[in-house]
């Protein structure tokens, strides 16, 4: 049994590229240039960073200023809730597509346990009465 799918949207990619660090580290830097005394060529050479990013992410620590690392604006509450619909429906839909496919399983297995115990090579009373009805 076929189950329509809907298309999935793809989500966008954010413009640019990824940042190579993560907010922490730039923040573990800036923390060891201004508290610790560093100079910034000394934080620059010791975490292998330019001294211009070592002094920018000072700035930034210094103004408590940090930088979300999700690059995309926050989306708006009805596009949220839209995409979040869609998704359940998505979810609803693949239970549905589950649950079908384990009965059937269920009486595959039923089956097969049933065309087993009817070939079965054993010979018991039942077996016995059969075979000699089929044989008259």
Avoid: C
Avoid at 112 to 121: A, F, I, L, M, T
């Amino acid at each position: 049994m076929e189950v329509y799918r809907t298309k999935k949207m793809k989500e966008k990619k954010p413009q640019g590229r990824e940042p190579t660090y993560t907010q922490e580290y730039m923040m573990m830097v800036a923390k060891s240039v201004v508290e610790k005394g560093m100079t910034l060529r000394e934080a620059a050479q010791t975490f292998g960073v330019s001294h211009g990013s070592v002094s920018l992410w000072k700035k930034m620590y210094k103004q408590g200023e940090v930088r979300s690392s999700d690059r995309l604006p926050a989306e708006k509450p009805d596009v949220k809730i839209y995409r979040l619909e869609s998704h359940l429906k998505e979810l609803k839909q693949e239970i549905g597509e589950l649950y079908l496919e384990n009965l059937m399983l269920k009486k595959t297995l039923k089956f097969s346990q049933q065309v087993k115990r009817e070939n079965s090579s054993i010979i018991t009373s039942e077996s016995l009465d059969q075979s000699e009805e089929d044989a008259k």
